[in-house]
């Protein structure tokens, strides 16, 4: 049997004599920094207003993130930087479970409390030993494991921290009336891109909005705050599990455009930084979408392919007939004249294309790389429904051993019952060093493994394309067979 996690203070808080609390309501600014998703990182900058008397005096936050670096916390003085010195500071949060709670009792007395079906209780006074995989108590001579009564806490002589606070020791030397600004490092804080591209029916451009969406999971909520972001691998370094507090903890930290376009974008260093160009409030566990911006008239490339195997080459193939998908592939230039121009940030895009009675609908998705100006985003939509591969492998020779030459030859039925005509890329990988011996099509050397046709297939016909084509391990003579140059 667990103990009951249910915990009743008998006094809720106790404030510390000597501290000035200054908190929320003294908040003249917020800025957010969200770095992207997977980096679980953001940088948050919270400048208040208080009267401080001069000399040394202890000065505590409330309401800061609950995910927050203790290690990357710094603070200063706007209005006399020189002045204001910080002798020590402290991360404080002791509510971040029940058990983490009843550890500040451990070796204290507490009460058991127990309610019968008539709700009459019963109240037992015992002493908390330990917490550590169950409550463990000493009841008069008997050590109690397990007990599911609700336990009651009397009142500490320490102070209780039950909002995540930071804690100095500071020196002012300078106005009693000062404006302090600290920033943080913290978890919790997320943003991604998601892209709507809806097509015309011709399916050549499109209009395509962009969304920001926040997720705040910091413990802490952001008012009227200045908000940007940044898009890039940012490099952090590798540091121990603890280096996060998710829990309780009381650590010593050293003291350190385009249409609808709702937000900026510029360079910073390697990466690219989106500010929103208002304000606006994130509450905590909240998920926000913002409008990045909106472009319309698109233009949008689709290209058709067919992708192979690199075993097809290296022996004989029992499948006959095999059926391959053909790839919808959509190409998106990144550049001025194609009504964007802009650092894309990685992202999903979701294409949308209208049915005959106008309404769009899903034809794929696919995600987005980070993307710079004048790049060409290359996405996958889905598989053709009215175009079809089949591929057969009609003939194979090993030709020698040392070093090993194959020879495979094979036929690629293209079916297309669309009514327009296309043209299918055929794309093969080839391991070692090969060369197309003959082919029905030319051929195209895109790289030293992949070898292509460009097949054109007629609306409501078909294109059998042959090729044959010789294969070596590396430092083979592959022999003389012809590659023939791409089709102009």
């Known amino acids: 049997m667990r103990a009951l996690i249910v915990v009743v203070l008998a006094v809720p808080f106790f404030a510390h004599a000597a501290d000035q609390v200054v908190g929320r309501d003294a908040r003249t600014d917020t800025a957010l920094t969200i770095y992207s998703q997977g980096l679980d990182l953001a940088v948050v900058r919270d400048t208040r207003q208080l009267t401080m008397d001069a000399g040394e005096g202890v000065l505590r936050f409330d309401d800061v993130a609950a995910r927050i670096d203790p290690r990357s916390v710094a603070l200063r003085s706007t209005t006399s930087p020189e002045k204001v010195r910080v002798l020590e500071q402290s991360y404080l949060f002791d509510l971040a479970s ?16 127990e309610t019968d079906s ?128 998710r829990g309780q903890m009381r650590a010593m930290a050293a003291a350190p455009k385009m249409a609808d376009e709702s937000f900026s974008e510029g360079a910073l260093t390697q990466y690219h930084r989106y500010a929103l160009e208002r304000r606006t409030s994130i509450a905590e566990n909240e998920t926000k979408q913002l409008p990045l911006f909106t472009a319309r008239g698109v233009g949008v490339v689709r290209r058709y392919v067919v992708d192979g195997a690199p075993y097809w080459f290296r022996g004989p193939q029992r499948d006959i007939g095999q059926e391959i998908p053909v790839r919808v592939l959509l190409d998106v230039a990144n550049t001025a004249a194609n009504h964007l121009g802009r650092p894309l940030p990685a992202g999903v895009v979701r294409f949308y294309a209208p049915d005959p009675a106008g309404a769009p609908q ?120 012809v590659m023939r140059p791409a089709a102009p």
Do not use: C, M
């Not at 030993?129 to 009841?139: A, E, I, Q």
């Not at 079916?415 to 197309?436: A, C, L, M």
């Not at 070898?451 to 007629?458: D, G, N």
């Open 98 to 113: 029940p058990q983490q709670l009843l550890q500040r009792w451990i070796g204290h007395d507490v009460e058991l409390v």
């Open 118 to 245: 008539r709700l009459r209780t019963k109240s037992t006074p015992a002493t908390l030993l330990s917490v550590d995989g169950g409550n463990v108590y000493r009841v008069g001579d008997r050590i109690v494991v397990g007990s599911t009564a609700e336990v009651r806490l009397p009142p500490l002589t320490q102070d209780l921290y039950v909002r995540p606070t930071l804690r100095w020791r500071l020196a002012n030397d300078g106005p009693p009336a000062q404006t302090l600004e600290v920033s943080y490092a913290t978890g919790g804080l997320s943003w991604t891109a998601d892209y709507v591209a809806t097509l015309d029916a011709e399916q050549t451009t499109a209009d395509v909005t962009a969304w920001v969406t926040v997720e705040n999971q910091s413990g802490a909520r952001y008012d009227d705050a200045q908000l940007a972001l940044i898009a890039g691998d940012v490099h952090r370094a590798a540091a121990p599990e603890q280096a996060v507090f």
């Open 362 to 481: 899903l034809v794929g998705e696919d995600r987005l790389a980070h993307t710079p100006t004048g790049e060409t985003a290359k996405l996958e939509a889905g598989a053709a429904f009215d175009l079809r591969a089949t591929r057969t492998q009609t003939d194979f020779k090993h030709l020698d051993t040392e070093p090993y030459q194959f020879e495979s030859a094979f036929e690629v039925t293209l079916r297309n019952r669309s009514q327009e005509n296309v043209s299918i890329t055929v794309r093969e990988p080839v391991n070692g060093e090969w060369t197309v011996v003959e082919s029905s099509i030319p051929s195209e050397k895109l790289d030293a493994r992949t070898l292509a046709f460009q097949v054109p297939v007629p609306a409501n016909g078909e294109t059998v394309l042959r090729y044959r084509v010789k294969v070596g391990e590396p430092g083979a003579v592959v022999g003389r067979g």
